[in-house]
């Protein structure tokens, strides 16, 4: 009988321990690495990465909007850090590609003016 008490204790223990790791600090401990692990090395960050940590966001506010009462005020301010922190690497990533699209139209467009201007070797007798 002491057995089965022991058992039983064991699997509540248990299945506390287990509810508590997806509890809302573990989702905000979740993304506030992934945004560390993004912040320390953009340039090796792959769209893989981007849309693991938009998933973890969508499913942070998902949670958030079933199970507000769950969330301490000092959570929702780190909520609202990690949002900004989000946006801040996003113009950042943003600002970076249009630089490279711009970089590579300037490389096309000088390209195209010396194929335009270039002497051949085909008299097209105009």
Known sequence: MNALKNTFLFLILLAIGLSSCNGPGRKIAKIDDQLTAIEKNPSTTNDEDWKALEASLDELEADLNINRKDYTDEQLK??????????????????????????????????????????????LGL
Do not use: C, N, W
């Open 78 to 123: 780190e909520i609202g850090r990690l949002h900004g922190r989000y946006t801040r690497i996003a113009i950042k990533r943003g600002l970076r590609d249009f630089r490279r699209g711009l970089e590579e139209l300037r490389k096309q467009t000088e390209g195209f003016l010396e194929g335009l201007t270039g002497v051949d070797s085909m008299d």
